[in-house]
């Protein structure tokens, strides 16, 4: 059995990708998207038909090139979402648009726009995860939308507090972006980390057994992985999401894979109830957190607006 059968064994795996070939070779459980990953699926020629379609639909839907160009990037992530859907039999996420970061009003109804148009191309969904980043106002309005039955992925997850605030919200899933953690840390202190002592696994393995040890059903999905030790070193979380080439690596390897991670392990933390102003003062006292989310937000609107250029040559 090689690692990546191992760890299907102890863990859902999930897809990070757009790319449908892709998916359909490493048999994941689940599929993420971000527009990273859009903005580079929607280059290459296989998918050129689901582009012409999203452009087709802005053109029948807006009144102006931005109206238009607005309608056709959701409907361009529905479509690869639609697409995955038929490959994958669990979640799909499907990420709201990375300048409504701080609009909590503004994610809600992007949500419910996203979700009209897969309910319009048959997709059920109650197979949609809507990806929002892990700010104040994106926890605010995944808080509303899991009442209203539409389940979250709280994304660009960096920092503790971010957890806490993501469980108190009765959020169905957070990624902790394991890799990005790394990189600041490496950049800050100069130092090469194992596995073991990786700044990101360290966090993932904190917020998983703080979920576990008080009762929070939000599932822990680690993502953003620099390399298959992290992976490794967090066989047994609930869910991880892999890049491609990584799975790649995961499948050749035939080397025995021990489980890490298990619902029995508790922390020392006690639950928390972190009000605004506390999460914000954490946050901020959280260099790395801090520096993170922000870059995050502003490297998926850049990939954005770059598929949005994308998108206007053509309308």
């Not at 599929?31 to 012409?52: C, F, G, K």
């Not at 452009?55 to 995955?84: C, P």
């Not at 917020?207 to 999905?221: D, E, F, L, Q, W």
């Amino acid at each position: 059995m090689n690692k990546l059968d191992a760890l299907k064994q102890m863990t859902t795996v999930v897809a990070d990708t757009g790319d449908f070939e892709t998916i359909r070779r490493f048999t994941p459980q689940d599929a993420t998207t971000n527009p990273s990953l859009l903005l580079n699926a929607a280059q290459q020629a296989q998918y050129r038909e689901l582009v012409d379609d999203a452009i087709a639909h802005g053109q029948r839907t807006g009144a102006g090139q931005e109206s238009q160009l607005d309608a056709a990037m959701d409907k361009l992530a529905v479509n690869f979402g639609q697409r995955i859907a038929e490959t994958v039999p669990g979640y799909v996420s499907t990420e709201a648009d990375a300048c409504l970061s701080f609009d909590t009003e503004g994610t809600i109804r992007k949500a419910h726009g996203l979700l009209e148009l897969y309910s319009l191309a048959g997709v059920d969904t109650s197979r949609i995860l809507i990806k929002i980043a892990a700010t104040w106002e994106g926890i605010q309005a995944a808080r509303q939308l899991e009442k209203q039955g539409i389940k979250c992925n709280l994304t660009l997850l960096f920092g503790f507090n971010q957890a806490i605030a993501c469980a108190e919200a009765g959020v169905f899933l957070v990624s902790p972006f394991v890799g990005r953690i790394l990189d600041w840390y490496k950049a800050s202190t100069g130092k090469e980390y194992t596995a073991e002592e990786d700044p990101g696994v360290v966090s993932v393995r904190r917020i998983y057994r703080y979920y576990k040890s008080n009762g929070y059903p939000t599932i822990v999905m680690g993502a953003s992985f620099r390399n298959t030790g992290e992976i490794e070193a967090l066989s047994g979380c609930d869910r991880l999401t892999i890049s491609p080439t990584l799975l790649e690596k995961l499948a050749a390897d035939e080397g025995e894979l021990i489980r890490q991670l298990d619902p029995s392990q508790a922390s020392d933390d006690e639950r928390i109830s972190l009000p605004e102003a506390a999460f914000r003062w954490q946050l901020n006292q959280d260099a790395m957190a801090t520096d993170k989310l922000s870059d995050g937000i502003r490297k998926f609107h850049a990939d954005y607006l770059s598929l949005r250029q994308l998108l206007r040559q053509s309308i």
